[in-house]
């Protein structure tokens, strides 16, 4: 089983930059994809990026290639959403979701929909002003 919870969320001006964590607990994180999702009031939920467990795959959605990078460090149990070029639409309750890759290839593809994750933070919120 893996817990996981968000942090870095916070208001920010458009163009800036913010960075959100999620830290893990539990032995199974680095067998566990990670995925960013996100949800604007009255929105779906939608997958923002996406990365296996071995780092060795990555999905971006196209509102955010050219902007936002994800990065994992297994010995801190840590994935990282480094979000630049924030744009007001960018403005949504980020969530941090894990699902165990057991058996997965270092290079196959993480999943992508919210009803492939098992695991989901509390969310953290980030707010993008003009």
């Known amino acids: 089983q893996v817990q996981v919870v968000e942090s870095g969320g916070g208001l920010a001006q458009a163009g800036d930059s913010l960075r959100l964590s999620c830290v893990a607990s539990?032995?199974?994180?680095?067998?566990?994809?990670i995925g960013w999702f996100r949800q604007a009031p009255g929105k779906e939920r939608e997958i923002v990026i996406a990365?296996?467990?071995?780092?060795?795959?990555?999905y971006y959605a196209d509102s955010v290639k050219g902007r936002f990078t994800v990065s994992r460090d297994n010995a801190k149990n840590t994935v990282y959403l480094q979000m630049n070029s924030l744009k007001l639409e960018d403005t949504a309750v980020y969530y941090c979701?894990?699902?165990?890759?057991?058996?997965?290839?270092?290079?196959?593809?993480?999943?992508?929909?919210?009803?492939?994750?098992?695991?989901w933070g509390q969310g953290t919120q980030v707010t993008v002003s003009s």
């Open positions: 979701a894990a699902a165990l890759a057991l058996g997965g290839a270092i290079w196959s593809a993480p999943p992508r929909r919210t009803d492939e994750y098992a695991y």
């Open positions: 539990g032995r199974a994180f680095s067998r566990s994809d």
């Open positions: 990365i296996n467990w071995s780092g060795g795959a990555t």
